[in-house]
């Protein structure tokens, strides 16, 4: 049981702190210059607002679907929009649109906050 609960935080750890660290990184628009950043607040605040609402939906479907299911599809699809944020549009950010961030970022931070965390406490809970 140790094993799996310390592999599960260690995930977790990684999917919460790469979203929240890559959310404001694509929202960030250096001039270097200056050498400021200025940052979108706005798809900073909606991106984090979905937190409430990855909650939400974990409340939902965490008796329907199990806590296993829930668990994995979380980490999952948070893993894959986490990848997207990284690598997808890090790099590219010039050609992507605020809106797409948004997107991907609300849905990092809801798989990451709902499902990541919420599963997370529920099955530590349950195994001990």
Sequence with gaps: IMLG????????????FGTIVEV???FAHPNHKEGT??????????????????IGM??????RWGRIPTWISSFMVGG???AILCY?????SSTITTTFKIAVAFGAQMCM??????TTWAATHRNC
């Design 80 to 82: 894959i929009l986490v």
């Design 113 to 118: 906050m709902g499902g990541a965390t919420t």
């Design 88 to 92: 997808g549009i890090s790099s590219s």
């Design 24 to 26: 404001t990184q694509i």
């Design 37 to 54: 950043v200025r940052f979108d607040f706005v798809g900073i605040i909606v991106a984090t607002m979905t937190e409430i609402v990855g």
């Design 5 to 16: 609960l310390t592999t599960a935080w260690m995930g977790f750890g990684m999917l919460y």
């Design 58 to 63: 974990v409340m939902c479907t965490i008796d």
